[in-house]
């Protein structure tokens, strides 16, 4: 009994002097681990949410409408795929605030185009060989319907170089290609350059996703070149984004100064200019050109950057850059001329870039434009016959923390840390945000104008460029055959799901299935006339 005793007061002392007063030890406190904080009625919260009624009527409405809500089992004529570059659930969240707070609204509410659709889901984003995706093969997953390698665009994990590249049963072909074949109409609209990994997806068969303007293998053709003669891309009848220089040869410098990048000599723009000869074709490079373009046109090819187009907060109303919103209006306008409908791929691109550079409100502004868009193409198209999906390709290391009040600024101050120091609400887990510790002592955001669109939010790990994170993404849906995209699924069944509802594909469609049930009513009806006759003269 003494010798248990001993050992008791022993441990009681080794955790005394391991975890002393005032120490950062894990303590199960509930009110240190969720502090409370009492705020007055008269802060930004509506008088009429303290009540209970509202919130009872609120739920009550929303389930009504989801009851009522009746399947959608129409083929659907047109899809419109919206890819939001790693637009993770955290950047939706923060950018709805922000959103909403900077229409003097209640931020918190605000819901995004896209999550006012009626159907929504989880994707899981790993390629075939990384636990976290990049933007190729998340690319070839989503539009092909196949997990591959990263960086890998439009081919199986066998492709790893130039020669098994050669091998053309190792591509796989997007649905882009699949509507083109029942000749539906075709287009990307992109905010990267229309080369880039997400847009490369739809029409490009590469290994590695560098090969944009030169492979170093005159074997294997690089992604703009097959954006010309390759077979999906030579049919797309609307191009829409940045990379002139990836078009050009190096020995030209284009209309805004910039020069070319290829070293073949070739300029392509001149050459699909030349492969559309016969048909009304026409090219542009800036808004003025977008906006008053013929949409009669048979195909459209619009280059408005050298490189990526610009952020959005850094054109505001510029005449020479246009929106995602713009160029999706033209694209729906001069595709929806096709009776056979079409296949629309539209990505907000540089939602991943700011990201990358820890430049939280630029993405939360691309966001909001993401959105923009999307509130387009709902305006323009019927839910009875128009697929809308939009994604994502992969998240990032980004979150929300702290314990702020409702209405807090979503740029503005988390919290107060156990060093006194204030910290950020946003914030990255690595990345160029990162702050040199001065004598152990946390770096201080606070006295930063957290309102600059080029303020580098916090980072935990000092890298150059913050890195994707490799959790599910989120799928909205609305339109045909949208209740089949609910539930958690693997990224690469998006594009199945897609073909199914607008019947294209070698896979199972809607179609198929609608002639198979009547067949097979049929043959049960003979049937069943067959026996009363067998029972009433046999």
């Given amino acids: 009994m003494i010798h248990k005793l001993f ?15 005032g120490s950062s030890s894990y303590v199960e406190d509930d009110a240190i681990m969720h502090p409370r904080r009492i705020y007055p009625k008269n802060s930004r919260i509506a008088q009429e949410e303290f009540q209970s009624d509202y919130w009872i009527k609120q739920a009550q409405a929303t389930l009504k409408a989801k009851k009522e809500k009746e399947l959608n089992k129409n083929v659907a004529k047109n899809v419109i795929m919206f890819l939001g570059d790693g637009l993770s659930i955290g950047t939706i969240k923060a950018a709805r605030v922000w959103s909403g707070q900077q229409r003097g609204e209640d931020g918190e509410a605000t819901q995004l185009a896209m999550e006012e659709f009626p159907y ?59 509507s083109q074949d029942v000749g539906k109409k075709t287009g990307i609209v992109t905010t990267t350059r229309v080369t880039h990994a997400s847009p490369a997806g739809v029409y490009a068969h590469v290994p590695n996703r560098d090969w944009e303007s030169n492979t170093g293998n005159a074997d294997c053709a690089d992604i703009a070149h097959q954006l010309l003669y390759g077979e999906t891309g030579k049919n797309i009848n609307v191009i829409l984004g940045g990379g002139r220089e990836r078009f050009l040869p190096n020995t030209t410098i284009d209309v805004e100064g910039s020069s070319g990048l290829r070293v073949d000599g070739r300029d392509l723009i001149e050459e699909w200019l030349n492969t559309k000869a016969g048909s009304k074709a026409t090219y542009i490079w800036n808004r003025a050109e977008l906006l008053s373009v013929d949409i009669d046109n048979d195909y459209l090819l619009g280059l408005f950057e050298a490189e990526h187009m610009q952020y959005y907060l850094d054109v505001v109303d510029d005449p020479l850059e246009p929106t995602l919103a713009e160029m999706t209006e033209v694209a729906i306008k001069m595709l929806e001329k096709s009776e056979n409908g079409y296949f629309l791929f539209v990505e907000g691109g540089r939602i991943d870039m700011a990201h990358h550079g820890n ?32 994604t994502s390709d992969h998240s990032h290391v980004f979150s929300q923390g702290g314990y702020p009040p409702r209405g807090n600024d979503i740029l503005g101050i988390g919290g107060r840390g156990k060093d006194s120091i204030l910290y950020t609400s946003l914030s990255y887990a690595n990345g160029p945000g990162y702050r040199q510790e001065v004598d152990g002592a946390r770096h201080d955001f606070s006295a930063y104008d957290l309102s600059d669109k080029e303020l580098r939010f916090p980072a935990l790990v000092q890298l150059s460029s913050e890195t994707h994170s490799g959790e599910d993404v989120g799928i909205f849906a609305r339109g045909p055959w949208a209740h089949l995209l609910s539930g958690v699924l693997e990224q690469n069944v998006i594009p199945h799901v897609m073909a199914y509802a607008s019947c294209v594909g070698d896979g199972a469609t809607a179609c198929k299935d609608s002639s198979s049930n009547i067949l097979s009513s049929k043959l049960f009806l003979m049937l069943c006339l067959s026996i009363v006759y067998l029972r009433r003269y046999v």
Avoid: M
Wanted: glycine residues 6%.
């Fill in 120 to 178: 929504a889901g989880l994707s899981k984003t790993y390629c075939l060989d990384a636990q976290t995706a990049d933007s190729a093969c998340s690319a070839t997953a989503y539009l092909a319907g196949v997990k591959t390698n990263d960086g890998a665009i439009g081919v199986n994990g066998q492709s790893v170089n130039c020669a098994t590249n050669l091998d053309e049963s190792n591509h796989v072909y997007s649905i882009a290609k699949w």
């Fill in 359 to 390: 430049l939280a409100k630029k993405s939360l502004a691309e966001t909001v434009q993401f959105s923009e868009a999307i509130e387009v193409a709902k305006r323009l198209t019927s839910e009875e016959d128009t697929l809308i999906v939009v």
């Fill in 7 to 21: 050992l008791g007061l022993t441990v009681i002392a080794v955790v005394i002097q391991a975890y002393p007063e």
